[in-house]
């Protein structure tokens, strides 16, 4: 399983971000996906998690208003949209997948990892 992150770059207070997660090398049917982020000096942190079978989405009740997950099964594809981007937002932001299906906070939970991708936000 491998899985590319892109999308990063350096954004203005209130952007909107997009991120895309391409995921390769097996069928994903039953695999829980899920984005996560880690600034320095912090904690890896949940951003929300999808299924890929039926598309449904898991996120933190602090989280939901903010982070939005959607997936595209032809395109192999798991994205990731937050809008009004802060300052606070800059961090390395990660895919994950698993193949229970599992799509919850738990960083441990995950097998399979992309090399993250870098979001810088200058006020």
């Known amino acids: 399983v491998q899985l590319q992150a892109s999308g990063g770059g350096v954004f203005q207070v209130g952007d909107t971000l997009r991120l895309s997660c391409v995921a390769s090398?097996?069928?994903?049917?039953?695999?829980?996906m899920s984005w996560f982020r880690q600034a320095p000096g912090k904690e890896r942190e949940f951003l929300g998690g999808?299924?890929?079978?039926?598309?449904?989405?898991y996120y933190l009740a602090s989280n939901k208003d903010r982070f939005v997950v959607s997936r595209d099964t032809v395109k192999s594809t798991v994205y990731l949209r937050m809008d009004s981007l802060k300052p606070e937002d800059t961090a390395t932001y990660y895919c994950?997948?698993?193949?229970?299906?599992?799509?919850?906070?738990?960083?441990?939970?995950?097998?399979?990892w992309g090399q993250g991708t870098l979001v810088t936000v200058s006020s």
């Open positions: 999808i299924s890929w079978n039926d598309g449904s989405t």
């Open positions: 994950a997948a698993e193949a229970t299906g599992y799509k919850g906070s738990a960083w441990r939970g995950y097998d399979y």
């Open positions: 090398g097996h069928t994903f049917r039953n695999y829980g």
